[in-house]
């Protein structure tokens, strides 16, 4: 059985910086694409980072130049590094994993989900 688990959230001043775990076990993480989903309260989820096996990467616009996505292996785990936070980056951050891709590939039924970690920005 596949299992996410994120952690890392947490309360932060405007500016600060936050890392972002999720552990992937009863897999690794070489899925064909994995991603980090965030939804603030009264807003849809919205993607955020997402990264191929390939190594590949891509970025909301929201957030390009303040946050990476990255994986290790050895540790089967997903990043995702926030920089120069800021108060609209607040919401529950999800992990996300798919063998398969595709458009729109977090809609896939064979899409695992992690339960979310919390981060607040204060201003």
């Known amino acids: 059985q596949v299992q996410l688990v994120e952690s890392g959230g947490g309360s932060v001043e405007a500016g600060g910086t936050l890392r972002l775990s999720c552990v992937v076990s009863?897999?690794?993480?070489?899925?064909?694409?994995m991603g980090w989903f965030r939804q603030a309260p009264g807003k849809e989820r919205e993607g955020v980072a997402f990264?191929?096996?390939?190594?590949?990467?891509s970025y909301a616009d929201s957030v390009k130049g303040r946050f990476t996505i990255s994986k290790e292996d050895n540790r089967n785990t997903l990043y995702l590094q926030l920089m120069d936070l800021r108060p609209e980056d607040t919401a529950m951050y999800y992990c996300?994993?798919?063998?398969w891709g595709g458009g729109g590939w977090w809609s896939n039924p064979s899409v695992h989900w992690g339960q979310g970690t919390q981060v607040t920005v204060s201003s």
């Open positions: 996300a994993a798919d063998e």
């Open positions: 009863g897999h690794s993480v070489d899925f064909y694409v």
């Open positions: 990264i191929d096996s390939g190594g590949d990467t």
